[in-house]
């Protein structure tokens, strides 16, 4: 199955280069519907569109477990943030806190 999700450009050209391996979303309806080997055609704020195939799915509570459990890889999740606690004030941007414990959240391995 081919799935779409929308990216900013930073986050976009980070998967584009190969220095993103990970999308982190909330676990919502719509991303409860992805499955191992599916593909994700993401698509960029000025057009550009890009497929990666799905290789993992990594299902936690809330942003800060996820980052407790894969600290290993956490910064191939967010490159360019040197910190935990940056990561989770980026993620909280985007993904309230209430919204995350409400749906969980996923850590997609790309490929």
């Known amino acids: 199955m081919k799935h779409q999700m929308g ?3 930073k986050w976009f050209d980070k998967i584009e280069s190969g220095e ?14 992805i499955r191992l080997g599916d593909t994700i055609e993401f698509s960029s704020k000025d057009g550009r569109k890009l497929t990666r ?9 809330d942003f800060y477990t ?4 894969m600290s290993n890889i956490v910064f ?3 490159p360019g943030i040197e ?3 940056k ?6 941007e985007f993904y309230p806190i209430d919204k995350q414990h409400k749906d969980g959240v996923v850590a997609i391995g790309l490929k």
């Open 53 to 61: 195939k799905v290789v993992s799915l990594s299902i936690y509570p």
């Open 83 to 85: 910190s935990y606690q």
């Open 20 to 33: 993103k391996h990970y999308e982190l979303r909330l676990f919502d309806e719509k991303r409860r519907r």
């Open 76 to 78: 191939l999740m967010l």
């Open 87 to 92: 990561a989770l004030e980026t993620m909280e």
């Open 7 to 9: 990216l900013q450009n």
């Open 66 to 69: 996820l980052f407790a459990e």
